[in-house]
């Protein structure tokens, strides 16, 4: 186990939710969480020799802003050194905020190669980047959704490949959230679902798609890529929007995850989380989604 998968996992074991095991290792998270970004950036900044095979023809998706796309190179890296290679990792971001190459970091543009690509697009549809082109382009094949601001373990697509091929009609997933329910089977508020998931299964889960999810695009449903409609719904949360279009189609979703993220360290408390979460943005674009489709996030009879 390699320098980075041991900070992962360590991370990912020092979760308690539990009041006095909670208080007991949150100083020992802030202290993991301070020297892995020290130790990390150095580790991924050296030349790794992994011999790339990229015939699982699998396409690495994932999106930023100018807040957090000088640590976006150490995701980066993190998908190069996976055990199971992708065949693309593609980096979508706005000409509004980045208008050429020459505008971006050298640390990520030194890593431009025939395997990790930066597409520049038109206007801004947000955290939706994340999905959108890369469902319209490459519909068919299996992608994988990340985050800009997660240290992911090298072995984090094998896990979700291994996952996937062995069930059928299935979204797999490596966070989420369980769905917490009234007596009636109403879906509680957002804020009070269950975070604490781990292998496991359920039409109870909701997925976070940055956190690692392994999916084909043409198995969702048909509004998937009707980005006006996205938009005018969830315009804050393509999480909600991609969970609509599995429930819609009828998939199952599994989570292969072993534990919580390691996250980056945060240059500006700015995030779609925050601001979701704290002006109950999520809860406002589920009663979009339901008003358009039913009440889809409702326990099932």
Wanted: proline share 4%; aromatic share 12%.
């Amino acid at each position: 186990m390699d320098v980075l998968d041991r900070y992962v996992k360590f991370y990912g074991l020092l979760h308690d939710r539990k009041w006095l095991y909670y208080r007991i290792l949150s100083p020992i998270r802030y202290v993991v969480r301070k020297s892995a970004y020290k130790v990390l950036s150095h580790y991924l900044s050296q030349p790794v020799n992994n011999t790339f095979d990229p015939s699982n023809g699998i396409i690495v998706s994932l999106t930023s802003f100018p807040a957090r796309i000088d640590n976006v190179w150490q995701v980066v890296e993190c998908m190069l050194r996976q055990s199971v290679n992708p065949e693309k990792i593609i980096l979508w971001l706005s000409e509004q905020q980045f208008p050429n190459v020459e505008s971006l970091p050298q640390s990520l543009k030194e890593r431009i190669s025939d395997v990790f690509e930066i597409r520049f697009v038109r206007g801004d549809i947000r955290s939706h980047k994340k999905y959108y082109y890369t469902a319209k382009e490459y519909g068919d094949k299996l992608v994988f959704l990340i985050d800009d601001d997660i240290y992911y373990p090298t072995d984090i697509i094998e896990r979700s490949l291994e996952f996937y091929r062995k069930n059928k009609n299935v979204v797999v997933c490596n966070y989420g959230r369980r769905i917490i329910y009234n007596p009636e089977g109403k879906h509680l508020p957002y804020s009070q679902w269950d975070d604490d998931i781990r292998l496991t299964s359920g039409d109870d889960l909701f997925l976070g798609t940055g956190g690692g999810t392994l999916l084909c695009f043409n198995d969702l449903y048909k509004d998937v890529t009707n980005i006006d409609l996205a938009l005018s719904l969830t315009p804050t949360a393509d999480d909600i929007w991609i969970n609509t279009m599995i429930r819609l189609a009828g998939l199952k979703v599994l989570t292969a995850s072993n534990g919580f993220f390691l996250p980056m360290e945060a240059e500006t408390q700015q995030s779609l989380m925050s601001v979701n979460l704290g002006q109950s943005m999520n809860d406002k674009q589920i009663e979009a989604v339901e008003k358009k489709y039913g009440r889809i996030f409702d326990k099932k009879v």
